[in-house]
T-cell receptor
Framework: AQSVAQPEDQVNVAEGNPLTVKCTYS??????LFWYVQYPNRGLQFLLK??????LVKGSYGFEAEFNKSQTSFHLKKPSALVSDSALYFC????????????FGSGTKLNVKP | NAGVTQTPKFQVLKTGQSMTLQCAQD?????MYWYRQDPGMGLRLIYY???????DKGEVPNGYNVSRLNKREFSLRLESAAPSQTSVYFC??????????????FGPGTRLTVT
């Protein structure tokens, strides 16, 4: 079965420290990979995506993500966390063979402490 | 551009009541989607519409119906609400294109409680 896993329900980091939010997937056929962020009582906002090419992709607000094909992972990273980065982060995977099939992870709550 | 809009923002229903959630987008997108978000489960696709005049079931369609009224609007109907349908509902849309490389655009959500 196709699935996306975010193994950590919550990640706690101190402001200024690097952060990583993990995502692994089991979706066949070289899918497209996305990260979204959700602030309280808001819809999801797009952060970045991997389509092809360089394994390190850069996105909004200083976030980047590293694609690893052999490990089927797409971890979200940021070199220096801000308190305002505190939010819920979702990894999503889109099937290249059926564009209307999106698979979302269960979300990871990022807490950045001052 | 308003993007993707949803009404209402909040709703409380009694078991057995019906209601329609409205969604509209002003970005000329072809594809539109309805998701529900439950704690610890991420987003699950209820129905989608790849283009005007077509709709298809997603992962959790039971208890719901949809209508793609025109290119802009995609509504979700609960005919007989059940407590299991208590959730936050999100509408999303997707730019046209054949590569599938585009991200989705989400509305602000409707928080529904069924008592």
């Amino acid at each position: 079965a196709q699935s996306v896993a975010q193994p950590e329900d919550q990640v706690n980091v101190a402001e200024g420290n690097p952060l990583t939010v993990k995502c692994t997937y089991s979706v066949s056929g070289n899918p497209y990979l996305f990260w979204y962020v959700q602030y309280p009582n808001r819809g999801l906002q797009f952060l970045l995506k991997y389509i092809t090419g360089d394994n390190l992709v850069k996105g909004s607000y200083g976030f980047e993500a590293e694609f690893n094909k052999s490990q089927t992972s797409f971890h979200l990273k940021k070199p220096s966390a801000l308190v305002s980065d505190s939010a819920l982060y979702f990894c999503a995977v889109r099937d290249r063979r059926n564009f209307n099939k999106f698979y979302f992870g269960s979300g990871t709550k990022l807490n950045v402490k001052p | 551009n308003a993007g993707v809009t949803q009404t209402p923002k909040f709703q409380v229903l009694k078991t057995g009541q019906s209601m329609t959630l409205q969604c509209a987008q002003d970005m000329n997108h072809n594809s539109m989607y309805w998701y529900r978000q439950d704690p610890g489960m991420g987003l699950r696709l209820i129905y989608y519409s790849a283009s005007e005049g077509t709709t298809d079931k997603g992962e959790v369609p039971n208890g719901y119906n949809v209508s793609r009224l025109n290119k802009r609007e995609f509504s979700l109907r609960l005919e007989s609400a059940a407590p299991s349908q208590t959730s936050v509902y999100f509408c999303a849309s997707n730019p046209p294109g054949t590569s599938g490389a585009y991200e989705q655009y989400f509305g602000p959500g409707t928080r529904l409680t069924v008592t």
